[in-house]
């Protein structure tokens, strides 16, 4: 081996020697002079090997507790106690180490048994049996939500209160409820033409929908007897609006546009029932449709209703050309413009006045 390997080896065991030697030093000094636990056992066996000693327990509002340990170092189990009188009495170590709080502060009982079963929590009451859970009141059911109104994708008008609609593979009317259309026979006057009340409302209706699809409220019973096959007639009747109703929107509230309201508001259905109340006076203030030229108003009321809507369809065009500089721009009427009628009994105002 080389001489300089053999000499790091030796300062190393040498190293390891020297700091084995200082542990054990420190060692022994904490046992014999930090240590409680080995200083009094140390004292206890010393007591017992030079002869009698005694050993005092403090206690608050009782005088210290005294106990003569044998010459041969047994321990006896009894003390003896000396009250403020003088009188002097004999218990255990184990007595004179219990201190009861209260009224009877300072009486020496036995000590209680401790469990000490894992798990088990410490409570000043007797726990006799096991604790039962209340079940309570079961929970309510969740809330049913309204089913969401049957969508027609493909609706043709029939009439100023009926449509046509595909409802599995076969064809079914449409009533709108809540509303009836103009008389038959009821005439009204826009720009300058008498025309039927009925089919003026009628092409009102066809230019609102615009072959968009629409969702109709039909009662319960309605679709029952209709999927059961015990129906008289395809007719069916209910609220309907342009759109389809969804889930997400059903939750938000969201109100799709009603075409009985619509109707009404623009003065081409009469509600009843008392449904649609507000649309009606709205109808009545602004004087469309079914509550403007109105047959059986005087020709001379007539003429004049004419020459209103006349100026002002004028004034808007005027207004529109003006706004852009160029061309006439888009603008929407206060009734749609009927298609034009003529079934052999209309004829100008100015001809009938004449």
């Given at each position: 081996m080389h001489p300089k390997v053999k000499s790091l080896l030796s300062g190393m065991l040498y190293f390891l020697l020297a700091m084995i030697l200082t542990l054990g030093l420190f060692w022994g000094i904490w046992v014999f002079f930090v240590d409680p636990e080995t200083s009094s056992g140390a004292q206890v066996a010393q007591s017992g090997l030079a002869g009698t000693s005694s050993v005092q327990v403090s206690n608050t509002g009782?005088?210290?507790?005294?106990?003569?340990?044998?010459?041969?170092?047994?321990?006896?189990?009894?003390?003896?106690?000396?009250?403020?009188?003088?009188?002097?009495?004999?218990?255990?170590?184990?007595?004179?180490?219990?201190?009861?709080?209260?009224?009877q502060a300072g009486t020496n009982v036995l000590p209680p048994s401790r469990n000490v079963t894992p798990g088990f929590e410490a409570?000043?009451?007797?726990?006799?049996?096991?604790?039962?859970?209340?079940?309570?009141?079961?929970?309510p059911p969740p809330p049913k939500r309204a089913k969401l109104p049957p969508f027609f994708r493909k609706v043709v008008v029939v009439s100023s209160t009926e449509l046509k609609a595909d409802l599995r593979s076969s064809q079914v009317i449409l009533r709108l409820a809540n509303i009836d259309g103009p008389p038959q026979d009821q005439t009204c006057v826009m720009f300058g033409q008498k025309?039927?009340?009925?089919?003026?409302?009628k092409t009102a209706l066809q230019r609102f929908l615009r072959g968009r699809g629409i969702s109709c409220d039909i009662s319960e019973e309605q679709q029952q007897a209709y999927q059961g096959g015990q129906r008289s007639t395809d007719r069916l009747s209910g609220r309907c609006m342009i759109g389809r109703m969804t889930k997400t929107a059903q939750a938000r509230n969201v109100v799709l546009p009603d075409l009985g309201e619509w109707m009404v508001r623009y003065g081409w259905a009469l509600p009843h029932d008392g449904h649609y109340q507000a649309a009606l006076e709205e109808a009545k203030t602004q004087t469309r449709g079914l509550h403007g030229g109105i047959g059986g108003v005087s020709r001379s009321e007539q003429r004049r209703l004419s020459n209103q809507t006349r100026s002002a369809l004028d004034q808007l065009a005027n207004d529109a050309i003006q706004s852009s500089g160029s061309e006439p721009a888009n603008f929407d009427l206060i009734a749609p413009e009927p298609e034009t009628v003529n079934d052999g009994n209309s004829e100008p105002v100015s001809d009938i006045a004449n």
């Open positions: 009782q005088a210290p507790v005294q106990a003569d340990l044998p010459k041969d170092g047994h321990i006896e189990n009894k003390i003896e106690t000396k009250s403020n009188s003088g009188k002097e009495t004999q218990i255990s170590i184990e007595e004179a180490e219990i201190k009861l709080q209260g009224p409570s000043p009451l007797t726990q006799i049996q096991s604790l039962k859970r209340d079940s309570g009141n079961p929970l025309a039927n009340c009925n089919k003026l409302a």
